[in-house]
């Protein structure tokens, strides 16, 4: 008799802009030995490809054809951390035909042997959306402004904590209230708010729910 094959232990890290998702996915990635992927760059970059064609990020075709020719070694480039990069992206990632080109990359990356850990906004309902382990990360919309703008400063971009904060209002509107993928958690998901944590307690608490998560996954895996 053949011994079914282990399917790929996928951790899905959703969440709103700095709430903490991306150093959380990092620590899961290490805690587990699990290869990850930040799929925000993913959109980063499309939208700055489409900026430096020239090109409108509200003409879906222009931002699909970026998708579609997209490479992970374009993902690198320091220009994808910005602030007009994540607002580039949000534009960009309300077209269902960019969200499409972008498919196949992230179910690639999750479906390796072994398994991934991504971080996104629709990763727990879409790109995977049988991830055996699904969390939600959040925090008030304040606490993530003073992330993010502590962030900008240190890479030396010069901007007020008010505009880094009304950023993040408008994406976090403009994620959760588009019709392609909508930023919300799965109906599965743990959610995590980050808000009176330090990144180190959050990281602990992430890691010992995907504990949880993998022994339940390993129980139902074995024999
Ligand atoms: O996570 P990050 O802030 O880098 O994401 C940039 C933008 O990319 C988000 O505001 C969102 O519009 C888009 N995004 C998405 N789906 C993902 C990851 C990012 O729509 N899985």
Redesign the pocket.
Known sequence: MSVPEKPPFVVAV?GP??SG??TIATGLGKAFDLPVL???????CVGVVVLRAGESLDDPDAAASAAALLTADQLDDPELRTRAA?EA??RV?VHPKV?DALLDF?RTFARQEGGAVL?????GTV?APDAPAKLFVTAAPKVRAERRWKQLQAQGEAVSLEDVLADIRR?DE??GGRDA?P?RPAADAVLLDTSEMTIDHAADAARRIVEAARARWNTSNEG
Do not use: F, N, P
Not at 38 to 44: E, H
Not at 119 to 123: A, E, K, N, P, S
């Open positions: 959703d802009a700095a998702k991306g930040d799929t925000g760059l993913l959109y980063r994540g992206a949000s990632a969200r992230q971080d996104g906004r629709d990763i790109i994406r403009r994620d993928a930023m």
